[in-house]
Structures are given as structure tokens and as C-alpha cells.
């Protein structure tokens, strides 16, 4: 991809995930506490310990992890969201956890020396980018002191019920703007990159040893209401559906909807990876 698309996606990442904050915090953080407990679980944190939680969203894994250090640890989760730091700050300052601080920040450049941190956690908090990736591992290998440690999970699965995507499907813009045609040539390539990524050892290339992967099932309710929400606001979704007339969206989400409900209690199957840096 040009440069130019590169760091327009970018933007359009930080729009969307900007959109989703109020529904994610709602929603999906009560729905997939399991799925941080069993992160958390993977890292073994320690007291005293220092923790870098990537993606770190309204901030749910990162609080996990500060009751884990204690007071004497230190946590910094980062994201590129203003929104979802803007809540993640708030909710530290309501917590009175001294111990966990929030940066905007991209995964892929961190902004911290070598050997920073001991561990590196990531709950859903995948880099910004495909091309981000690899660079992201290198990083997180980088910042790690010798024996530190890394837990990262991502859905091994598409979460949302197809049936979404069939009422979609009926729905989508015929005739679509210059700037819709223009997002879906950049979803479209977006697509191609991820699937250049050869996702399989990224951890071993970036120097990482003793990397164990599992995946994993849990049961998570999500309302109906809160899985249009977070669909409609979700990368190339959100573009179509802002070109429908006022008269259509609203058929199109009584009838998605109704797709949803029976798929408001899904099983979240997810990849689990852990991983050290070679050391102590």
C-alpha cells in the first residue's frame, strides 16, 4: 500500500475506535472479564512488578493488572483512541489506583528505553495496523528486561453472527460516493496486507523463547442493541451504513436486529499466546 493510504487507515482506526468507546466500556468490558482474568492469569504478574498493556482501550486490563503489582508496581497502558484514554483516565481517577497511568501512543514505536518493563500484556489490543506487526513484536521484545514476560490474546473468530452480514449484504450502498468507493479500495487493501502477515512464528522472529500458544472458549453475552452498535461503527460498516437514507436505516436495523437477538450469547473463542524474553 502508498504511504499515504497507510497513514490515512491509521486515522480512519483512530476515528473508529474513537466511535466505539462508550459501548465498549458498557458492554464488552463486563462481557469478557473471563477472558482478562485468563490473561492475567498467563503473565503471572508479581508485586513490585512493571507492566505495559497494549491496546489498553478504557483501561480494564491495565486496573487488572495494577491490583496485581500493587502499589510499589507501575503499569502504563497506551492506545491510539483519545476517547477510550479520555475514559481510561477518568476511571483511574474514580479507582484511586496511584500505580497505572494512560498514553496515547502507537504500539509499533514505543516511547520508552530498552528493558523498561517485565512484562507486556495485550487483551484485544492487537497493533493498529497489519504493517504494524512485525515492528510491534520487536518492540515489545525490546522494551522487555531479560526474563521478562509477554500475554497476548486476539479472536481466533469472527465474534458477530454472519447473519449481520446477509442483512448487510442486502442493504449495501449501489451507488456509493466518491468517498465510500474510496474507503472500500482502502478496506480492500487493508485486507491483502493482513493477509500477507505471516502470523505463525512473529513471536520467535522478534527473539522471543519459550512461546506457547492455546486456544480458548468462553461464553459472553453482548445485548443485541450493543453488537449493532459496535458493528455499525467498525471500519467499512460505518461508511455504508452513513450513506443510507434515514428511511432505510431504520428498516435495516429493526431487521438486523432481529438477526442479531438469538446470537446475543456467543461462545468468544480466542488465541492465547505467551511468551518470554531470553535471560534471567
Not at 102 to 109: D, E, P
Request: hydrophobic share 40%.
Amino acid at each position: 500500500m502508498k504511504t499515504a493510504d497507510k497513514e490515512w487507515f491509521k486515522r480512519l482506526w483512530v476515528e473508529m475506535n474513537d466511535r466505539q468507546a462508550a459501548v465498549w466500556d458498557r458492554h464488552i468490558v463486563p462481557a469478557i472479564g473471563a477472558i482478562r482474568g485468563r490473561l492475567i492469569e498467563l503473565v503471572d504478574l508479581k508485586p513490585g512488578e512493571r507492566v505495559l498493556d497494549v491496546g489498553t482501550g478504557t483501561g480494564a486490563v491495565a486496573f487488572d493488572a495494577a491490583r496485581k503489582v500493587g502499589a510499589d508496581g507501575r503499569v502504563a497502558g497506551i492506545d491510539t483512541s483519545p476517547r477510550m484514554l479520555k475514559r481510561a483516565r477518568e476511571k483511574a481517577a474514580k479507582s484511586g489506583l496511584k500505580s497505572v497511568e494512560f498514553r496515547k501512543m502507537n504500539s509499533s514505536s514505543l516511547d520508552w528505553p530498552d528493558e523498561s518493563f517485565d512484562a507486556v500484556i495485550s487483551c484485544l489490543g492487537q497493533p493498529e495496523a497489519p504493517w504494524d506487526v512485525r515492528p510491534a513484536c520487536a518492540e515489545w521484545h525490546r522494551i522487555l528486561v531479560p526474563g521478562g514476560r509477554l500475554a497476548i490474546c486476539t479472536e481466533a473468530e469472527d465474534p458477530f453472527p454472519a447473519q449481520f452480514q446477509e442483512v448487510f449484504a442486502r442493504y449495501k450502498v449501489r451507488t456509493p460516493s466518491r468517498k465510500l468507493a474510496e474507503r472500500r479500495r482502502l478496506s480492500s487493501g487493508v485486507s491483502r496486507e493482513a493477509d500477507r502477515i505471516p502470523g505463525a512464528r512473529l513471536l520467535e522472529d522478534a527473539g522471543f523463547v519459550d512461546v506457547r500458544r492455546s486456544v480458548e472458549s468462553f461464553q459472553v453475552f453482548i445485548p443485541a442493541r450493543a453488537q449493532l452498535e459496535l458493528l455499525l461503527t467498525w471500519g467499512l460498516d460505518y461508511e455504508e451504513y452513513s450513506e443510507l437514507a434515514p428511511s432505510v436505516r431504520h428498516r435495516f436495523r429493526t431487521e438486523a436486529s432481529e438477526a442479531i437477538r438469538p446470537f446475543e450469547t456467543v461462545k468468544g473463542v480466542m488465541n492465547f499466546a505467551s511468551a518470554c524474553k531470553a535471560g534471567n
